[in-house]
């Protein structure tokens, strides 16, 4: 790591122009450098994690909705019949966003990743969270049908 120090001198110069004293105060600042990265960075983090929050608190009640309707077709519906498979499949996509909101809720650290569409850098859901297991038991998220 590239170390910053700043320097202060002053000279006190005679008449003739000699030098008769010299102060010379030196600051090493990589600390302070260091400390305002880790601050912004912490700063981050903290946007991130309440942004995370609040989305999953406002997706998960129409998630949960979506998913009671799909169990309700389900249960309605005779096996194998179309009805049957659509409300499966919305079924299972909304057990998918469930999973990604259980991400977002565990997201600890500030980790990001190329987006590929714009050449800019977005928060890396895998990396950042430590919640990359399944879904099951997790309290305020859609669980798994039976």
């Given amino acids: 790591m590239r170390e910053e120090i ?19 105060v030196s ?6 450098k260091r400390a305002e990265r880790e601050r912004v960075r912490r700063e981050k983090l903290e946007a991130i994690i309440e942004m ?11 998630m949960q ?18 009805l049957c498979t659509d409300a499966k499949k919305i079924h299972d996509q909304v057990m998918r966003m469930a999973k990604i909101m259980k991400k977002l809720m565990g997201i600890t650290k500030y980790e990001t990743k190329d987006y590929v569409f714009e050449g800019r ?3 890396d859901i895998d990396r950042a969270s ?4 399944g879904i099951q038991g997790q309290k305020g998220i859609i669980r798994n049908r039976r």
């Fill in 65 to 82: 909705a979506i998913s009671g309707y799909c169990e309700l077709l389900m249960d309605d519906a005779i096996h194998g019949d179309r």
């Fill in 6 to 24: 700043k320097f202060l001198t002053k000279s006190i110069v005679t008449v003739e122009e000699e030098i008769r004293v010299a102060v010379i």
């Fill in 121 to 123: 850098k977005i928060i």
């Fill in 27 to 32: 600051r090493d600042l990589s600390e302070r």
């Fill in 130 to 133: 430590e919640q990359n297991r």
């Fill in 52 to 62: 995370a929050g609040a989305v999953c608190h406002e997706m998960n009640q129409p």
